[in-house]
């Protein structure tokens, strides 16, 4: 049975509903006091077999339809309402005086944010004539969640970049096994924002692959039981159909298998190949795989692993709560976050890289995008070796600041450190970096003023 309740109408306001995302960004309530919300929803209109109806999009409420959505007393809700038909439409809900301009037109949107005062059941629904006796109605429940669900519990995805496996170095050709399961699970993308990521192993980027030129992987890809959507592999190492994704199409809850040489030395990104392919890889769906030349790489004090990616929602960057896919910005290229190792903050605060002064560090660095390319790039730091797009049979290049790493392709880079202090990693489209791209290098040691000297000599 639905409570109705009437609440006051203080903090609970309609603000200046607009189509500009950007608008969304820092949301004015009324009193002056500037506020991010705590909770985002997604609604898009549709109209079926069965009448008129909202969906919601992204999150606990993906896919359902007029779902029941629940929030936190005292949260700052932002909903977002999408026309997903072409007919107008809006929402309201008239027992917390809130309600959203009408949406003309297929993927126009609206949005509008306001305080979720008191508890209890509201109706929202679309104020058309005839469009709720339509279908177009739901329930918003205040109170029975806790906010700490949305933000205190979240898993996170993000890799470290120490979790690269041992060097093969010098052995003959052998057959290797190797085995991998694509999750989806909705986990941490910034700190107070959560994403539905799709991924390898449950992290993002997927794990580093490591095997001999020669070797014979035997792979099995399983899919999780509790997966939406199909998903496969394509191996940029795997020479064949598809990269092996042309067998490798795998419905939730089963697996399959493909056996691959590794006929060619380097370094190689994977990726889930399953339409829209796009869609997959800024979900997180990308990994590497490096198949060592004969004999292996030169030695190093440390090796590390990192990976660029975009992810495309439909709340703009920096808003809290669950975010959802959005189809048109990812078709636009036109990415809210961009990440290293697939949330913001992996690689300053989650998973610094550490070493010291006087040694050497590689970093195997691929992109998997799916758009852009990355200028890849140490602040303060000159790569001593750079394998240009990840070839390891050319000699490196020598002494480089910047290499252009395109989306599918990588590079594998060495330098020593001399100085210590902390380094940068970002892609040097440096506007990249208000977007969430940046990983510390934190060198500790003795200082070395004949290079550096704080203050000059
Ligand atoms: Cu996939």
Not at 222 to 245: C, K, L, R, W, Y
Request: proline fraction near 6%; glycine fraction near 12%; charged fraction near 20%.
């Amino acid at each position: 049975m639905k409570i109705r309740r009437w609440v006051n109408a203080l903090g609970v306001l309609l603000l200046g509903a607009s189509v500009s995302v950007a608008s969304a960004t820092q949301t004015n309530i009324a009193d002056g006091v500037s506020l991010k919300p705590d909770v985002s929803i997604t609604l898009k209109t549709g109209i079926g077999e069965e009448g008129m109806y909202f969906q919601g999009v992204g999150g606990k409420i993906d896919g359902r339809i007029n779902p029941e959505i629940k929030v936190p007393e005292g949260a700052v809700v932002q909903l977002t309402l999408i026309n997903g038909d072409g007919a107008m439409h809006d929402v309201a809900i008239p027992d917390l005086h809130v309600k959203s301009d009408g949406v003309v037109g297929r993927d126009s949107s609206s949005v509008f944010v306001f305080r979720a005062n008191e508890a209890g059941q509201f109706d929202y629904f679309c104020t058309i004539p005839g469009h709720r006796a339509a279908g177009m109605e739901g329930t918003l429940v205040i109170g029975e969640t806790e906010a700490s669900d949305l933000t205190g519990t979240l898993d996170d995805i993000s890799r470290d970049p120490a979790d690269v496996p041992a060097a093969i170095g010098d052995r003959d050709p052998k057959t290797v096994s190797v085995a991998m399961k694509t999750v989806e699970k909705q986990a941490r993308l910034a700190d107070g924002t959560s994403y539905r990521y799709w991924t390898f192993d449950g992290q993002v980027p997927g794990p580093l692959l490591r095997v001999r030129e020669g070797d014979t992987v035997d792979l099995t890809l399983s899919n999780a039981e509790d997966s939406t959507m199909i998903h496969s592999v394509d191996f940029h190492a795997v020479t064949g159909p598809g990269g092996g994704a042309a067998v490798l199409q795998v419905p939730p809850g089963s697996e399959k298998s493909l056996s691959f040489k590794a006929i060619k030395p380097g370094l190689y990104v994977y990726h889930c190949a399953t339409p829209m392919v796009a869609h997959h890889i800024a979900n997180g769906m990308y990994g590497m795989i490096l198949v060592e030349p004969e004999g292996g790489l030169p030695p190093v004090d440390h090796e590390f692993y990192v990976m660029q990616g975009e992810i495309y929602t439909t709340q703009a960057y920096g808003q809290h709560g669950e975010q959802s896919f959005d189809v048109r910005k990812l078709l636009d290229e036109k990415p809210e976050y961009y990440v290293f190792n697939g949330s913001v903050g992996a690689l300053t605060d989650k998973h610094p890289l550490t070493a010291k002064v006087g040694e050497t560090v590689r970093i195997y660095f691929g992109v998997g995008g799916p758009n852009a390319t990355s200028s890849f790039h140490v602040i303060g730091e000159m790569f001593d070796k750079a394998y240009e797009w990840g070839g390891t049979s050319s000699a490196p290049a020598e002494h480089i600041q910047t290499i252009s790493v395109p989306p599918g392709g990588a590079t594998i880079v060495d330098f020593e450190l001399e100085v210590p202090g902390k380094y940068v990693l970002v892609d040097h489209a440096l506007s990249r970096m208000e977007r969430g791209l940046a990983g510390f290098l934190k060198v500790e040691g003795e200082d070395a003023p004949e290079i550096y000297n704080p203050g000059g000599g």
